[in-house]
């Protein structure tokens, strides 16, 4: 009986004893250098990725960029209206090239010292243009290295060989004598008398006459 039984327990499946459950201690009984013994460690490395590209922050509008930026400067004639609609359409694709600086020379803040000292008169016989290394071109050619900036170079491409550029020329020689009269504007002459007397004003009331 007694070696029936044997043999039935030794036949019988093993079980392993249980481990002991784990309580949380009490509290006031924390041991946090044991809690760190048995925590595991795991390493980080972090890395901070960036994919938002932020611009360069300019308060320029109506195609105008920073002195520091241009490749040609448009010297124009802000009372005059047909020219402004040519210098707008300018002004409105320089937005996507930033080549040209506009410089109005009709403005009381016109400095010919910050513009290859062309003065006013001058400036108002004919279109000017002065690159960014100083160098002032006029007439047809004028035009021509504006528009070459903002992409429209076809349209006056043909005026770089003779004898186009010399007809284009005598044209453009022709509108800007007598674009005052065409305009409906007063002679150069009286408007350079208003502007000097103007210039000697002292303040928006009272001038020296």
């Given at each position: 009986m007694a070696s029936s039984l044997a043999r039935m327990g030794a036949a019988l499946p093993r079980v392993r004893p249980r481990a002991a459950a784990r309580f949380p201690p009490p509290p006031g009984r924390w041991d946090s250098a044991a809690a760190l013994r048995r925590a595991p460690v795991y390493g980080f490395r972090c890395q901070v990725h960036s994919d938002v590209k932020v611009g360069p922050s300019?308060?320029?509008?109506?195609?105008?960029n920073s002195s520091g930026s241009w490749r040609i400067k448009m010297l124009y004639d802000g009372d005059c209206p047909l020219c402004m609609?040519?210098?707008?359409?300018?002004?409105?694709?320089?937005?996507?090239?930033?080549?040209?600086?506009f410089v109005d020379i009709s403005s009381k803040d016109y400095s010919p010292q910050d513009n290859q000292n062309l003065d006013y008169e001058t400036a108002m016989g004919r279109i000017h243009a002065i690159l960014s290394d100083g160098t002032i071109v006029t007439d047809v050619e004028a035009f021509r290295k504006l528009y070459e900036e903002v992409g429209l170079g076809w349209i006056y491409a043909v005026t770089k060989y003779e004898p186009v550029a010399k007809v284009a020329n005598a044209i453009y020689g022709v509108w800007?004598?007598?674009?005052?009269?065409?305009?409906?504007?007063?002679?150069?002459?009286?408007?350079?008398e208003s502007r000097k007397l103007a210039a000697e004003c002292k303040?928006?009331?009272v001038c020296k006459m």
């Open positions: 300019s308060g320029l509008k109506d195609g105008e609609r040519e210098v707008n359409m300018l002004r409105e694709r320089n937005k996507s090239y930033g080549a040209i600086k800007a004598k007598y674009r005052m009269q065409i305009t409906g504007r007063p002679p150069l002459e009286e408007i350079m303040d928006d009331k």
